[in-house]
């Protein structure tokens, strides 16, 4: 009978399933067929269960009633191709647990590169080659001697989308492929997801923007609130106000923000105070500048834009200023006066900085509650090892309130899904609230109804006078109101960059 099913050309049947995550069950009684030549999007608001329900393609998801097929895992394994946050953080893990294995045998090591990856992922017996021609576009090639950990968030991105490509599955999942890359790579990405769209695979993308489901899409199936809720042929299903429907939001989540609340607080900075500088900072990597005698000065009450392509050097300046990087401290790096290892306290640096990052949400993996992870936010730990005072938690508790998130305050943070943990983090970030609030990719996974509440959280606390915020985003929409100047990371014909300085609207 299997045999048969799959002649007829059906990669994946999930025939009344119910799954289960830990302790709970969720979509129960789904059913959902693949063939070959359908290629499906999958939408639905953050925590519906849309990561959960592609997992279960690959058997990575326990079983508790239906069937699967074909019902061995690794069947389903060797068929299919994965680009997923749960993938990028397992690639992260490893390269840390080999940094462990290798302190503790004292030998050094640089860990993997891109190309050791990628010539490991070979197509298998009895399929077709690897599409050379989407591997070429991808432009992975300047990336293939790069070390892993070396990778910004968007070339992880293209790192991952290549290694899925280069074992040319039959199945291609893309579980938000276009997230933390620049929007001239994301729409060059968005010709190749509809390119690879043929007759002898399938691909399952998931997104939360209709405008990335790409042309070829045949098939559309949305997730809310741990249920199926629709599916079928694309144009049955995406009529008026369908999406709309689908991530709406209760009023009540709507909630204003903890800083719209309070009274301007003075920060003791004058507007001319300088919070940042920088002078002729020069950053590289074995030998491969990232940038070069950057200069840069951000006053108090200045709300900046950091723009540029992947790989121009973005996340690596913000960890120069959060002290995250450590060559920090072999340049003129100044924060709030104090010189990077010129005996200026860190801590107290750190105190007055509110972080939120890819990074940092990759090393969060400590089994504490969404509520103390933002709690945490007010000693910059990962984790929670001191006592919140009554003030603290109270904060804690309005700003998830605020954020619709407060449902989620005794889960473990490990437990969540990839948009909850961003929500949480976002407030983990804001809960001081900080004297210099630094967001890089703060609206990465998000549905269209939190990259709202984000966006008028920023700009409530912008109002507020105390913070002044550094943010990087790649979709310009997602870009607060009280944003007016830009640094632009702009590449030199070196490989390395250099910064433009210009005010909004220029």
Not at 59 to 75: D, L, N, Q
Not at 220 to 228: C, D, E, R, T
Not at 366 to 394: M, N, P
Request: hydrophobic share 40%; proline share 6%.
């Amino acid at each position: 009978m299997h045999a048969d099913r799959f002649k007829r050309g059906l990669l994946v049947s999930l025939n009344q399933v119910t799954l289960r995550v830990r302790d709970k069950q969720i979509l129960a009684g789904t059913s959902w067929d693949i063939h070959t030549g359908e290629h499906w999007a999958v939408v639905g608001p953050n925590g519906a269960g849309k990561s959960t329900l592609v997992r279960a393609l690959t058997g990575e998801v326990p079983v508790v009633r239906g069937e699967i097929f074909p019902p061995e895992p690794a069947s389903l394994r060797q068929q299919a191709a994965c680009l997923s946050f749960e993938h990028q953080r397992r690639l992260i893990e490893q390269e840390e647990r080999r940094d462990e294995h290798h302190a503790f045998s004292g030998r050094l090591d640089g860990g993997f590169r891109v190309g050791d990856f990628i010539r490991l992922a070979r197509p298998r017996r009895g399929e077709r080659h690897r599409p050379a021609d989407a591997l070429e576009r991808i432009q992975i090639e300047p990336l293939l001697e790069r070390r892993i950990r070396e990778l910004s968030s968007g070339e992880m991105r293209r790192f991952q989308i290549a290694l899925a490509l280069s074992a040319s599955p039959r199945l291609l999942i893309l579980d938000e492929p276009y997230e933390g890359l620049d929007p001239e790579y994301r729409a060059e990405l968005a010709k190749i997801i509809n390119e690879l769209m043929g007759p002898d695979r399938s691909v399952v993308l998931v997104t939360h923007r209709r405008r990335e489901i790409p042309p070829n899409a045949t098939h559309v199936i949305g997730v809310k609130a741990g249920q199926v809720v629709f599916q079928g042929r694309r144009e049955d299903v995406l009529g008026p106000g369908r999406m709309d429907r689908l991530y709406a939001l209760e009023s009540s989540v709507m909630r204003e923000p903890p800083a719209a609340r309070q009274p301007r607080v003075e920060s003791g900075d004058t507007p001319s105070e300088v919070l940042v500088d920088l002078r002729n900072v020069t950053v590289g990597h074995h030998g491969v500048p990232v940038f070069e005698n950057l200069c840069w000065t951000v006053r108090s009450g200045q709300h900046w834009a950091v723009c540029g392509p992947n790989g121009s050097g973005k996340t690596t300046l913000l960890s120069l200023i959060a002290g995250d990087h450590p060559q920090a401290y072999t340049n003129t790096v100044r924060v709030f006066g104090k010189l990077r290892g010129g005996g200026g306290g860190i801590g107290e640096i750190k105190a007055g900085i509110g972080l939120i990052s890819a990074e940092l949400q990759v090393r969060y993996r400590k089994a504490v509650t969404a509520e103390d992870v933002v709690l945490s936010g007010f000693f910059d730990s990962v984790g929670l090892y001191r006592r919140a005072s009554r003030d603290q938690q109270a904060a804690a508790r309005a700003w998830m309130e605020s954020f619709g998130i407060q449902p989620l305050a005794a889960k473990k943070f490990n437990h969540l899904s990839h948009g909850e943990q961003r929500m949480v983090l976002l407030a983990r970030a804001m809960v001081k609230p900080p004297r210099l609030l630094v967001l890089d990719e703060p609206c990465q996974g998000l549905d269209s109804g939190n990259r709202r509440l984000i966006l008028r959280a920023v700009d409530r606390i912008a109002a507020a006078g105390s913070t002044t915020i550094l943010y990087v985003s790649h979709h310009p929409d997602e870009t607060p109101t009280c944003i007016t100047r830009r640094l632009s990371l702009v590449r030199s014909g070196t490989g390395s960059s250099r910064g433009v300085v210009s005010f909004v609207g220029q």
